[in-house]
């Protein structure tokens, strides 16, 4: 079966491929296209380097309806309002929040279970009150979540098993 690969245009000299989770990543200069022959073809030459070696993505563990079920819980908890809550594919972070209060959660949390997504929409959320990691931010994550630095310890050991 065919990885997915995602293609990142970026300010480079060179091609670059690399396997993570459930997909191939593929950075290219910006002056290419996804469709250009070079591409194509190191994009060929690559996938048939690594053969099987490809990590599988985990199954899901947590749907995106309970994960916005999540936020809903914990906006009220909070007190607060998120002007837009999206899901994206990012990265290197499970979730941010902008100054404007548009909340962007990893697309990748499904594969957490349950309780490490809902610290991830609880500290996200709490950024809507507090915009740093301020003792004043760690203070309102720990209120609504008193648990909060297990569940943190747990999900740092599951990016290590991620490769993440």
Known sequence: MTPKIKIYRQKRHNLMMRPTVGMVEVYIPYQLSAD???VQAFIKKGLAQFGDNIPEAPPERTSQKAIKAMVKDYAQRLNVKASRVQFRDMRRKWGSCSSKGTVTLNSR???LDAHLAEY??????????????SKKFWKIVETHMPDYRARLDELRRVEKTLNW
Do not use: G, R, S, Y
């Not at 991830?120 to 990691?133: P, T």
């Open 109 to 111: 949390l499904t594969w």
């Open 120 to 133: 991830i929409v609880c500290h996200e959320l709490a950024h809507l009150i507090e915009l740093n990691h």
């Open 36 to 38: 250009h022959p070079d």
